[in-house]
């Protein structure tokens, strides 16, 4: 583990977004007119850029490949106001998802997650005492970085820091398995879920239950909900806000807009009215679906 940093560690993937906005549905076998655009994305390289302009110190810590792309991106998250703490992995190629967006905005996403996936526990910094560190769920979804992501966990809770975490999509989380993710995540003080991730980890079909579920495991929890909005968990106490009226362009990295919003609130009043960070994360998400692309 390296040097401690100030503010907030965000340990996630960083890739070059491919944003493929569909005209109608795939014609397979023939052509599809599309409105195609690339610009910097990855989970938790969006986090932090998010957090960045919303005024909070953030350090990102990933990998990129030794190519054009990756020093592109580095420069990009500079350029935002994230601290990068980025290593270049020689002979790998920097990560590149596409994202197939449908006209109702639903989209289905392609990843090559690339040098990604040689993250290390060397290459996060832990967060300053009184810190905070966000894990994006892809860190341990992949035998790779689940080391790196597990110690990042253990420093930031042994220097007194709050760690939040998300699972990332149901897919991996289902083939890397839910107990394992929850034994791995014990330690976390607030799991950002959405519902399906949270019907998954609880087995409760009703979102407001599996809310309480995880709330009876971490600190807080709070599960994403799409248009219905997002539900906040602690303790006996459950609060609901409805989602900010938006016209859907594109969902691509709504859940990580608001991961950002509610945690530039909460990071500042841990102690305040659960529904001003809620709100402060809608606000966010509603945002970026009104436009293309996750940032």
């Known amino acids: 583990m390296s040097a401690t940093a100030p503010g907030v560690v965000v340990v996630g993937d960083l890739a070059t977004d491919v944003v493929v906005l569909l005209e109608g549905d795939p014609a397979p076998g023939s052509d599809r007119p ?28 990933g990998c990129v490949g ?15 106001g994230v601290t990068p703490a980025v290593r270049t992995v020689a002979g790998a190629g920097t990560g ?13 996403m392609l990843a090559d997650r690339g040098a990604n996936l040689a993250l290390a526990p060397a290459d996060v910094p832990t967060p300053a005492p009184g ?14 970085p689940r080391a790196a992501g597990l110690a990042a966990t253990a420093a930031a809770r042994a220097a007194g820091c709050t760690v939040s975490v998300d699972p990332a999509s149901t897919g991996p989380l289902a083939g890397y398995g839910v107990e ?52 906040w968990a602690a303790g006996d106490g459950l609060v609901h806000r409805p989602a900010h009226p938006a016209a859907v362009v594109d969902t691509t990295g709504a859940g990580d807009a608001f991961t950002a919003g509610l945690l530039s609130v909460w990071l500042a009043h841990p102690d305040g009215d659960p529904v001003a960070a809620l709100e402060a994360g809608l606000a966010e998400a509603a945002a970026v679906i009104g436009r293309p692309g996750a940032r």
Do not use: M
């Open 34 to 61: 599309a409105a195609i655009r690339t610009r910097g994305g990855g989970a938790g390289a969006n986090v932090a850029v998010h957090l960045a302009r919303l005024g909070t110190p953030v350090t990102f810590a």
């Open 66 to 80: 030794d190519d054009a792309a990756g020093a592109g991106l580095v420069a990009e998250l500079a350029a935002a």
């Open 96 to 108: 590149t998802i596409v994202s197939l967006v449908e006209p109702d905005g639903q989209r289905s």
């Open 131 to 144: 810190g905070h560190l966000h894990l994006s769920g892809y860190a341990l979804l992949d035998p790779a």
């Open 180 to 231: 394992r993710w929850l034994v791995d995540t014990a330690a976390a003080t607030l799991v950002l879920p959405n519902e399906a991730e949270a019907r998954l980890l609880t087995g409760c079909a009703d979102p407001a239950a599996a809310a309480r579920a995880l709330a009876a495991r971490y600190p807080v929890a709070v599960v994403t909900l799409g248009a219905e909005g997002a539900l």
